[in-house]
């Protein structure tokens, strides 16, 4: 079986990317978040492994993503939760940036 090549689909613009709030788009009927991170934009799942918030009301601080229901931080660099809970970390899509826009395959691919 030959796997076949992923079709991408814009889903924002780069300039919709702030640095201080995720931004939540759908792909595949999926909440998937973006979130600038130091070498430039990130996507994780958009609903909390805890009890399904949906992470795009969250906040950024110092690299981490609060969760905006139980406070649940998430460090952006790798998705893994924070001390005080134990909780799997955020699963990372893969994405890609042409023309000034971010693209996400659909369905998304998991990366580690």
Same mark, same amino acid.
């Given at each position: 079986?030959?796997?076949? =090549?992923?079709?991408?689909?814009?889903?924002?613009?780069?300039?919709?990317?702030?640095?201080? #709030?995720?931004? =939540?788009?759908?792909?595949?009927?999926?909440?998937?978040?973006?979130?600038?991170?130091?070498?430039?934009? &990130? &996507?994780?799942?958009?609903?909390? /492994?805890?009890? *399904? #918030?949906?992470?795009?009301?969250?906040?950024?601080?110092?690299?981490?993503?609060?969760? /905006?229901?139980?406070?649940?931080?998430?460090?952006? &660099?790798? +998705?893994?939760?924070?001390? +005080?809970?134990?909780? /799997?970390?955020?699963?990372?899509? #893969?994405?890609?940036?042409? &023309?000034? #826009?971010?693209?996400? *395959?659909?369905? /998304?691919?998991?990366?580690?």
């Amino acid at each position: 079986m030959v796997d076949e =090549e992923p079709v991408w689909r814009e889903v924002a613009k780069v300039a919709e990317v702030t640095e201080n #709030a995720p931004v =939540e788009v759908g792909i595949d009927n999926m909440a998937v978040i973006l979130v600038r991170v130091r070498d430039g934009i &990130a &996507a994780y799942q958009g609903i909390c /492994p805890h009890q *399904s #918030a949906r992470l795009g009301g969250g906040t950024v601080i110092d690299g981490w993503l609060r969760c /905006p229901q139980h406070r649940a931080m998430f460090r952006l &660099a790798d +998705g893994v939760c924070g001390d +005080g809970w134990e909780l /799997p970390p955020l699963r990372r899509y #893969a994405l890609r940036i042409e &023309a000034g #826009a971010v693209l996400l *395959s659909d369905p /998304p691919t998991i990366i580690d």
